[in-house]
């Protein structure tokens, strides 16, 4: 039987989730939302996705304390996430792959379709 994909959407601007959720489901991913970071680990660890997408300025928990929270924790830890941001300095970036990021993209450069394809190569590796 196929296994839909998972994706966890982090994302507290209702647009933007609203818009790649739906560009998501539409390419036959199984989509849930979190929009803050502790519903986003909470959620890692109700649905273990399959890949998550993580925004970085969010409520309660940002970006950064989330990916430092999964990698210590055994049942989410290896769910590889890519990070949808519109930070973009240098030291923000080389700090989401240090806390274990895949992928970094900048939500300004990066339209739904390339953000899919990303999703791709990530989970084919």
């Known amino acids: ?30 989509v849930s939302l979190a929009t803050d970071g502790d519903a986003a680990l909470d959620k890692m660890k109700l649905i273990k996705p399959d890949i998550v997408l993580l925004d970085l300025l969010m409520p309660k ?9 999964k990698a210590q924790d055994e049942q989410i830890k290896d769910i590889p996430v890519i990070v949808l941001t519109n930070l973009s300095q240098n030291e923000q970036i080389k700090k989401c792959y240090d806390l274990g990021a895949k992928d970094f993209l900048i939500k300004a450069y990066f339209v739904p379709a390339e953000v899919i394809k990303k999703i791709r190569d990530v989970l084919n590796k």
């Open 61 to 69: 928990k940002d970006g950064f304390e989330v990916l430092a929270e």
């Open 1 to 30: 039987m196929y296994k839909k994909i998972k994706i966890l959407i982090s994302e507290d601007d209702p647009f933007l989730s609203q818009m790649y959720s739906e560009k998501l489901e539409m390419e036959g991913y199984d």
